[in-house]
Nanobody, 123 residues
Framework: QVQLAESGGGLVQAGGSLRLSCAAS????????MGWFRQAPGKEREFVAS????????VYADSVKGRFTISRSRAANMVFLQMNSLKREDTAVYYC????????????????WGQGTQVTVSS
């Protein structure tokens, strides 16, 4: 079984930056891709970014393109989300997830999830 644990969330002013980390542990870890999703109060979970584990191919939601960057460390079994120019609408619980499937934008296709980390952006 794979366990994912996020860290790095917090309170930040609009225009600021945060870096989220996700550590994977458990049995041999070799997903097809890792992803970040977020869920704001009263809203459905939405895709933020993903990266294929072997080749590092990235996909971003339009709402974060140019502001967020996903990266990984295969040696450390970790994935990161650098968030710059944060906006109030980025406020949400952010989840790290791993998938063996190729549909890297669909939450339903991800096999493993972390517990989430809160990101709050104030004006």
């Amino acid at each position: 079984q794979v366990q994912l644990a996020e860290s790095g969330g917090g309170l930040v002013q609009a225009g600021g930056s945060l870096r989220l980390s996700c550590a994977a542990s458990g049995r041999t870890f070799s997903p097809y891709a890792m992803g970040w999703f977020r869920q704001a109060p009263g809203k459905e979970r939405e895709f933020v970014a993903s990266m294929t584990w072997d080749y590092g191919t990235t996909v971003y939601a339009d709402s974060v393109k140019g502001r967020f960057t996903i990266s990984r460390s295969r040696a450390a079994n970790m994935v990161f989300l650098q968030m710059n120019s944060l906006k109030r609408e980025d406020t949400a619980v952010y989840y790290c997830a791993a998938t063996h499937n190729v549909a890297v934008r669909l939450a339903s296709q991800f096999d493993y999830w972390g517990q989430g980390t809160q990101v709050t952006v104030s004006s």
